[in-house]
């Protein structure tokens, strides 16, 4: 049986499925699991992640590149290819598997274009509480591996899955991250209460835009706080000399680091070494309440959250409304660290099957029960 896990993104989304592709190939020798990516850079970085699963029998395969893309590619850099034009000009490739394993739901689009044989599989990306993670097009995917408890329950809610067709699943990308972790140098050189700051990409969405900058000269003006600058990657896809160039005024500050897009933003090397998160909608700070710590949310659109469950992570920590109240938000969450705990801690329960030791072979035993079903209707 071959089996192909695809990779068209941004490469975050790697860490939450590619360890299950190597566990998949381990547990299955009779199995051709097989990596398929739109661009060598994908390739590499995946590389680069397979000695960390000495026993995976993944093999690599590099999709065709449109020569149209190819010539594009030599005057703007991009770290993506185009996802509708790859997949038609692969279609066939892609009609050549026994099931696809996907994070994103572009690839549904391979159905139009004739690709019949294959399962679609569905594997999210992250736990958040965004519609993404209730999206419609995942009815059209033959099985879903949900990210834990909580996202289950509100597809089946929603009747976008049914019994039979999903599982509930571990989040794999845990496993991935306890095996890179290692000592590491501290961030800064000072012992100040580090603040993350990782706000959304989408403008609608996302503090950047209008507080942004309003929030780093703050935090730069004053000596309290270590920050890290950490935008969800796609924020400033890919980063470019130009795109670093209006934060030269931080530049030799040593509270201060400015992450537009590095591995460090994806691994969790971050949520893993601050005192504090602050942002706006990102999934990640549940895996920074991995550990339950203070959190400050930016309401930076006067939205009427309270209520909205697509706002739920809100309820983790202070909310605050005006940018000028930021700092006097960042002491009021330190204080009330105390008070949130209890909620963050039932919060990450609902979010994570924590309670499995091996979250990516787990997640591969599934895969393999469903595969092995008669004719898997």
Not at 80 to 86: C, E, S
Not at 134 to 140: G, S
Not at 267 to 276: K, R
Request: charged share 20%; hydrophobic share 45%.
């Amino acid at each position: 049986m071959k089996i192909a896990f695809y990779y068209n993104t941004q490469y975050h989304q790697i860490l939450h499925s590619l360890p299950v592709a190597f566990e998949l190939s381990a547990l299955r020798p009779d199995f051709d699991v097989c990596i398929l990516a739109s661009t060598q850079g994908h390739l590499d970085f995946i590389r680069g992640l397979q000695p960390l699963y000495p026993e995976a029998r993944v093999q690599y395969c590099l999709l065709d590149e449109p020569a149209a893309f190819s010539l594009y590619r030599r005057v703007r850099p991009v770290t993506v290819a185009p996802k509708l034009w790859t997949l038609w000009h692969n279609r066939r490739l892609f009609d050549s598997f026994d099931a696809i394993v996907l994070t994103e739901k572009t690839s549904l689009n391979l159905k139009r274009f004739g690709v019949t044989r294959p399962k679609f599989i569905h594997t999210a990306h992250g736990a958040g509480d965004r519609a993404t993670a209730v999206d419609k097009r995942i009815a059209k995917f033959d099985f879903a591996l949900t990210p834990g408890p909580k996202t289950a329950k509100w597809l089946l809610d929603l009747g976008i899955i049914r019994p039979g067709h999903y599982a509930v699943g571990a989040y794999a990308k845990f496993d991935l991250v306890r095996r890179l972790r290692q000592e590491r140098a501290p961030l800064f050189p000072a012992q100040r209460p580090t603040i993350l700051y990782n706000p959304h990409f989408r403008p609608a969405l996302s503090s950047w835009p209008d507080w942004g900058f309003r929030i780093l000269d703050q935090v730069a003006a004053s000596d309290r706080f270590n920050l890290i600058f950490a935008p969800h990657v796609r924020l400033f896809d890919p980063p470019t000399p130009d795109s670093y160039a209006p934060f030269a005024r931080y530049r030799g500050l040593p509270h201060m680091l400015i992450d537009l897009g590095s591995t460090r933003s994806i691994d969790m090397t971050y949520v893993t070494a601050a005192d504090l998160y602050m942002g706006d909608v990102s999934s990640q700070v549940y895996e920074f309440l991995l550990s339950p710590r203070p959190c400050l949310f930016l309401n930076a659109h006067g939205v009427a959250w309270q209520g909205d469950d697509r706002y739920r992570f809100w309820t983790l920590g202070p909310v605050v409304d005006d940018v000028r109240a930021v700092m006097a938000g960042l002491d009021d969450a330190f204080a009330r660290e105390a008070e949130f705990r209890p909620v963050q801690t039932a919060a990450v329960a609902e979010t994570f099957d924590l309670g499995v030791p091996h979250p990516a072979r787990h997640n591969a035993e599934i895969l393999a029960d469903f595969l092995d079903r008669p004719g898997r209707a």
